[in-house]
């Protein structure tokens, strides 16, 4: 196979699926945790039963809540001026393994089911049945502080006000692996397999495009030397 004949396979549509689908992959890459939710996930059980490392994936039915000790919100800045804040989501905490904490992001629009959670958790605390709603969620497990120091502060603050000491909280962390972590999605997931997906698309487009230019180069050389055998 001759390296000319494939350099000229490329067709301006192939480099431009190309060019697009790696372009989608490096800004998805970067922007969200798209390696680490396509590794195997695992479930809420497993958390509670082993506790949370840094990139876990975790999948599946939360039914355990504390409550939420943050609220996340958005603006848009305009120049020296920004639009109004808006409510986009909550931070709640969440038990992991024995006796540790973790934080989870709740978007707005699940909050009323978390709260239900909330709700149900504490009557269980309080000899009540054991919850029997839950949130589905699809998260990736990452280092609090990288978010945001003031959420780490936040949520330290709040599990102090549980009554729990400085001692206490450096135990908490043999169950999320030494360090305060946050299960950040489903939002996040829904971008990363949309652009991840998106990509994958242009990226075959780019081989469709360039086999069809690969064989299009193919018959023209072959028949350019039948043609000289015949001269």
Request: hydrophobic share 40%; glycine share 8%.
């Amino acid at each position: 196979m001759k390296i000319k004949t494939l350099l000229k396979s490329f067709s301006v549509a192939s480099l431009i699926f190309l060019f697009v689908g790696i372009v989608l992959l490096v800004s998805t890459v970067k922007s969200t945790h798209l390696f680490q939710l396509l590794k195997p996930s695992h479930d809420f059980d497993y958390v509670l039963e082993n506790g949370i490392k840094e990139g876990d994936h975790i999948k599946g039915e939360i039914y355990y809540s504390y409550g939420y000790f943050a609220k996340e919100e958005t603006y848009t800045q305009k120049g020296n001026s920004r639009t109004p804040s808006k409510l986009s989501g909550y931070y709640y905490i969440i038990p992991a393994g024995d006796y540790g904490m973790a934080a989870l992001y709740v978007r707005k629009s699940d909050a009323s089911v978390m709260e239900k959670v909330t709700d149900e958790t504490y009557a269980y605390i309080d000899g009540g049945s054991a919850p029997t709603s839950s949130l589905k969620v699809d998260a990736v497990a990452v280092k609090m502080e990288k978010k945001s120091a003031s959420l780490l502060k936040m949520f330290r603050e709040e599990i102090e006000e549980f009554g729990y000491t400085d001692a206490d909280m450096e135990a908490f962390l043999a169950c999320t692996d030494g360090t305060y972590l946050l299960l950040e999605g489903p939002a996040d997931a829904t971008v990363a397999y949309a652009f991840g997906g998106v990509s994958l698309l242009c990226f075959a487009l780019a081989v469709f495009f360039f086999v069809r230019g690969y064989k299009k180069r193919k018959a023209w050389e072959a028949k350019r030397a039948e043609e000289w055998t015949q001269v």
